[in-house]
């Protein structure tokens, strides 16, 4: 009875660790994205995401509903296969960070707004995911600074959204 106790609290246990982050390649072999995943409903992390954000000061300037923007699309394009259980992306600036990114270097406003995904794919069902695309560190050394404070922004509340410590 015991060793099916252990082997229960054991599979509880892993259930509810997050998974490393994945930095999936680009071209180049420089990480072009980070992604955070986790088991568990995509409902309750899109709205954990949204809290991580809402929750340092910062307004939501655009909420995106793309697996829905997709399924209403496909048909009038002939497309039948449904990619995502659910997906959607928050779009936000940071007045304290973008002014620091934008004051080092002003081409520095095509890296704003900041935007985080969260997606749940059909052939991953219970599978969440929470990614951002990495700003490419460009400029001078002040403007890479701030597009390093910009990538830890958006991992920070990447992670608190995941319960990642």
Excluded: W
């Amino acid at each position: 009875m015991r060793t099916i106790i252990l082997l229960f609290s054991l599979l509880a246990l892993a259930a509810c660790q997050p998974q490393t982050p994945k930095a999936p390649a680009a071209a180049g072999g420089s990480g072009h994205m980070k992604m955070y995943s986790k088991e568990g409903k995509f409902e309750n992390v899109r709205d954990d995401l949204k809290a991580a954000i809402e929750g340092r000061g910062l307004k939501i300037d655009n909420h995106s509903f793309i697996s829905e923007m997709l399924d209403r699309t496909g048909k009038d394009i002939g497309a039948t296969a449904k990619v995502y259980a659910g997906g959607e992306a928050f779009s936000f600036c940071s007045a304290v960070v973008s002014r620091k990114t934008m004051e080092a270097d002003a081409d520095n406003i095509v890296f704003c707004p900041y935007t985080i995904t969260v997606y749940e794919t059909t052939k991953e069902p219970g599978k969440v995911h929470v990614a951002f695309r990495i700003p490419q560190k460009v400029g001078s050394d002040a403007s890479k600074a701030a597009l390093t404070e910009v990538e830890n922004l958006l991992d920070g509340i990447s992670k608190e959204a995941l319960n990642i410590k």
